[in-house]
């Protein structure tokens, strides 16, 4: 089947060239166990029966799959790789699945990742047939019930994420649709290290139902300052925890909010969000890296967008920062390192025509600065959010 890559959805998108692993299955060799091949071994259960083997069957766009069966006792296939994450990285874990065959029975299989040091799992992850839905669930999460369900047999791209410094799971996504939170901890605190990769065959009570899995890929993301953020290509994957929201929606826009270092260092915007934020959060986000240009093509200010958030816990808002037109400015029309901080500023708002419509101002003796959310003029104190307008330049965008 084709290779669908997804990762961080709300969009889909291109996963980076360095990919960790990547497994389509089209070097191995058909109709012969998948234990023995580049790597795969038994761990426990024996595989004689070929139910799980490597085939390429008429109506697959020509690819090869691996294909696995219910045993008659329980099988684990692993394959040792190298330590994908450390305790700063997180992890993502995609894969095709398709239920072929069904002998009214309920079909289940299973597929993780697993620390190779302590054999330890972040979730067992399972797939349930019951015949007319495929569930994917996870056993110890809120008793082992269903997190998503497909209701066909056709090729369905799971991705699951996982943050590895906070042991979180953090959400499921299922054909590039809107993230399923989950963040719930992991199933093993002792499951640090993700070094393995694990299929598991569970036995049927009848019959002999079948599954097919492809693509298997694994990523990882770090997890960043924000100034590390804002030096990463357009396009990067990232990953940012520990951050305090500062505004969220209102006269930002739907879906957007601004995030701050808790030491006020550096802030910057995030686009995409489902559901709502609140100020003085602190949240990990993840997401791409974008740049956003001005209408004559001149680079104004980094965001995230596609951005998911999890783990949110409540706290205060951080305080504003005082700063004057200069500072705020940093000197240029198009700003500097104060972009994306959320600040305090006084002086005097002006309404100014433009030559095509009007607008407001902030002035206070330096530079002149656009002002969002202004409704009257005169001598003002506010708070506001450093940004950067496609016409008019450094920006203040008003904020409670």
Sequence with gaps: MKIVLILFVLIFATLPATADLMINFEDYTTDVELAGQNGWYYESGSDSNLVSYVTSPNGWSNTKAVVVGSPTDMVLINLDIADRVATNKILILQYDLKAISYEGQSLQTGVGIVDPD????????????????????????????????????????????????????????????????????????????????????????????????????????????????????????????????????????????????????????????????????????????????????????????????????????????????????????????????????????TLEWQGWDWAYFFRDGGPRLAIIGATTTGFQTFNAIVSVDSYQGVTLIMVP
């Design 118 to 349: 302590t054999g330890s799992t972040p979730g067992p992850i399972a797939h349930v047939w019951t015949g007319n839905q495929t569930e994917a669930c996870t056993w110890w999460l809120d008793g082992g019930g269903p997190i998503a369900a497909v209701n066909d047999t056709n090729w369905h791209t799971y991705c699951w994420v996982y943050d590895f410094r906070d042991q979180r799971i953090l959400f499921l996504t299922v054909d590039g649709g809107p993230p399923i939170l989950i963040n719930k901890p992991f199933h093993s605190a002792s499951a640090v290290k993700a070094g393995r990769l694990q299929l598991k065959l569970y036995p049927a009570a009848s019959g002999n139902g079948q599954w097919a899995f492809d693509n298997f890929i694994l990523s990882t993301a770090e997890v960043s300052k924000i100034a590390d953020v804002k030096n990463k290509a357009d396009g990067t994957p990232v990953a940012i925890s520990g951050k305090k929201v500062t505004a969220f929606g209102g006269n930002l826009g739907l879906g957007i909010a601004y995030i701050e270092e808790p030491d006020r260092a550096s802030g910057i915007r995030i686009e995409g969000i489902v559901g709502d934020l609140i100020p003085g959060e602190t949240i990990t986000v993840i997401g791409t890296i974008a740049d956003i240009y001005s209408m004559g093509g001149m680079f104004v200010e980094k965001k995230i967008e596609a951005a998911t958030v999890s783990g949110s816990i409540a706290g205060s808002l951080l305080g504003a920062l005082g700063a004057n037109s200069k500072a705020l400015s940093g000197g240029s029309f198009w700003g500097g390192l104060m972009t994306g901080l959320y600040v305090r500023a006084f002086g005097n708002v």
